[in-house]
């Protein structure tokens, strides 16, 4: 099985552009998720979608936004680019939103990222 | 404060030394334990998962909670040169969605 894939594997923009990153779940999965990894730091949570809806954000700007497409596909997009979006981002995948099942396989599996620097 | 603080490191160890990875936290209403494993320029990979607090074993890897001082560890035994990698401690509520990262801990094992 295929798992997480991300597009681009490596994007370089000036300050002020936008950007979208693209990501596919794994087969199966309808919830994905959004994080920013800064260098040296611990991925940090930007969105969750599950069947097409918001149902999560974390702390940051309204530049940053997401969607999620009928095949469960994502695209994150940051608008007006500063220094400090530079960062691995990362896409997450997970089969099940519920509170119900206590196993490792409805846990979030992670892509490849895609690294994002801003000059 | 950080809701999760894990300690940095780099952690330098020779190949076959038990390793000791730690991770605090804060939030009362974390209840799911995770430790993800990430290779230089690759996203984080599930390695263990744990409910609550306890034990579980999962060949050379152990990991512990201790939900009453809201501390939990991994364990690496015999350690090899490919355990060499930063090792990220995770955690959730009781809702699927929102992880929880520690800031990682580089681990370096040296034939």
């Known amino acids: 099985d295929a798992g997480v894939t991300q597009s681009p594997t490596h994007l370089i923009k000036t300050r002020g552009q936008q950007v979208t990153l693209r990501c596919s779940p794994i087969?199966?999965?309808?919830?994905v998720s959004w994080y920013q990894q800064v260098l040296g730091q611990g991925p940090q949570f930007i969105f969750q979608?599950?069947?097409?809806?918001?149902?999560g954000r974390g702390n940051f700007p309204d530049r940053f936004s997401a969607r999620q497409f009928p095949n469960y596909s994502s695209e994150l997009n940051v608008n007006a680019l500063l220094l400090g979006d530079s960062a691995l981002y990362l896409c997450?995948?997970?089969?099940?939103?519920?509170?119900?099942?206590?196993?490792?396989?409805?846990?979030?599996?992670f892509g490849p990222g895609t690294r994002l620097t801003v000059t | 404060q950080k809701e999760v603080e894990q300690d940095p490191g780099p952690l330098s160890v020779p190949e076959g030394a038990i390793v000791s990875l730690n991770c605090t936290y804060s939030?009362?209403?974390?209840?799911?334990f995770m430790w993800y494993r990430q290779y230089s320029r690759k996203g984080p990979e599930l390695l263990m998962y744990?409910?609550?607090?306890g034990n579980k074993e999962d060949g050379r890897f152990t990991a512990q909670v201790d939900k009453s001082s809201k501390y939990i560890s991994l364990f690496i035994r015999d350690s090899q040169p490919s355990d060499s990698a930063t090792y990220l401690c995770?955690?959730?509520?009781?809702?699927?969605?929102?992880?929880?990262f520690g800031q990682g801990t580089i681990l370096t094992v040296h034939p």
């Open positions: 979608y599950y069947e097409k809806e918001e149902r």
């Open positions: 997450a995948s997970s089969s099940l939103l519920g509170q119900r099942e206590l196993a490792a396989s409805y846990e979030q599996y």
């Open positions: 939030n009362s209403a974390f209840q799911y």
């Open positions: 995770a955690m959730r509520g009781t809702s699927y969605g929102k992880l929880t």
């Open positions: 087969s199966g999965h309808k919830s």
């Open positions: 744990t409910y609550s607090s």
